[in-house]
């Protein structure tokens, strides 16, 4: 079952690759854009997943206005920023290297996807555990 790889695609043609991947620790969401070129990937652990999800209802709530950053620290430490010029678009970046740019378009599909994903993330770390019990 895993990886498990999902691209979602805008109007556009615009990329944005969602997968799950297995980890000592269970498992890790990573977003990528093989669109474009010099995105980095993004490596989530539950939390980082969890406050994405968050920070997505919460732009689309805010925009066209600001909002604050969240940062979520640990292995996977990662700022959450929401950019507004030239156009809306949620801004990921880890340790700081350059940041992972995610248009508004996506934002609908990629909440639906990080709910499915956070479950079988839960799931792996669920039988990681197991494992080492």
């Known amino acids: 079952m895993f990886p498990r790889i999902r691209e979602i ?3 556009f043609g615009g990329k944005l690759r969602v997968s799950v ?3 000592p620790s269970g498992a890790l969401v990573v977003l990528e854009r093989p669109d474009v070129v010099g995105q980095p990937r993004i490596l989530l ?3 980082g997943t969890d406050v994405l999800a968050g920070y997505i209802m919460s732009a689309r709530l805010a ?5 604050p950053e969240e940062h979520v620290d640990g292995t996977f430490g990662t700022r959450f ?4 010029e030239p156009r809306a678009a949620l801004e990921l970046t880890q340790q700081g290297n350059a940041r992972l740019e995610i248009p508004a378009p996506f ?5 639906a996807e990080l ?7 839960r799931e792996l770390a669920r039988r990681a ?4 019990h």
């Open 9 to 11: 695609t805008d109007a």
């Open 21 to 23: 991947e297995e980890h």
């Open 45 to 47: 652990d539950g939390y």
């Open 63 to 67: 925009v066209p206005h600001s909002l």
């Open 81 to 84: 920023e929401l950019g507004l």
């Open 107 to 111: 934002w609908d599909r990629l909440y």
């Open 115 to 121: 709910c499915l994903v956070a479950a079988h993330a």
């Open 129 to 132: 555990e197991a494992r080492v």
